[in-house]
């Protein structure tokens, strides 16, 4: 064999096999990822497990959703979030229906709104009604105190700022601080904004005065949509979605609330992962 005939073929091997890690392989694993919050060295009232669900652009239910429900449900967790881009169209309410029941009916769920519910046309009343079939609460810019036990955790969730409008103060309407207080966005960026707001230096609107902001204490955000960066080549990642920032995945404590990214689950726009196996996070919060 001639070394440049060799060459080429070796070469279109290696794109074969690379075009089938990225396109098959990756998107078709997943791994949980660990993560206690809340103080852990004051007395508690007990403990509140749940996982974050983003970005899965459900469009079928196929082996690796099942795969990955079951192994969420032998977590044994109190609640679940779906963290938006959960669907992208209205003809996907069916299959979500389909997916949301796999998991136990009367485990509490919570969800919020991503980028592409709103570009895809999704209507919100006909989500929120599938959502609600499957115990799932869906929050716009609104919060709700979660309860376990002796243990609750206030969740606040936002409108997705790249497709939405998201109002933190809206959402904070009535709220008395509490301990345990969680900010589910969907586009990490907005982390940022949501800083400045509880410190009173910014507002979008004047549904709460200054002062009563800057005694509600956020401590943690958790957020989705940038999906690891999808393809990361040698550090890498040239396709990050409007709204990221510099936030791509994992822990951001260099911000108030501390910041968590998921990398997701699905994929969105190229059918394929390098270098950003989907995740599942799984959050311990010691209540206090």
Known sequence: MKRRTFIQIAGLGSLTALAG????????????????????????????????LSDI???EIGDFHERFIKGIVDQRLDFL??????????????????????FPRDQQKYAILGNWEHWGGVSVEKLASVYERYNCRLLIN?????RTGQSHLLLTGLDDMVGGIPSLEHA?????????????????????????????????????PAADLRSIDIRYALAG?????????????????????????????????SLYVSRGIGTSILPVRIGSVPEIPVFEYRCT
């Not at 709204?243 to 609330?257: H, L, N």
Request: aromatic residues 12%; glycine residues 10%.
């Open 21 to 52: 890690y990225a396109g098959w392989y990756e998107p078709n694993q997943y791994e949980f990822s660990f993560h206690r919050l809340g103080d852990q060295e004051l007395p508690t009232n007990g403990t509140i497990r749940f996982a974050q």
């Open 57 to 59: 652009h459900l469009s």
């Open 81 to 102: 979030v779906f963290s938006g881009d959960i669907i992208e169209r209205n003809s996907q309410l069916s299959v979500l229906g389909e997916f949301l029941s796999m």
């Open 142 to 146: 609104e919060s709700i105190v979660h």
């Open 172 to 208: 904070l309407i009535g709220c008395e601080p509490r301990a345990n207080h969680l900010l589910l966005i969907h586009s990490p960026v907005f982390v940022e904004k949501a800083h400045e707001i509880l410190l009173g230096k910014e507002s979008s609107d004047s549904f709460v």
């Open 225 to 257: 949509h940038t999906h690891g960066g999808q393809v990361n080549l040698l550090g890498m990642r040239p396709f990050l979605p409007q709204g990221s920032g510099r936030y791509v995945a994992g822990w951001y404590r260099d911000i108030k609330p």
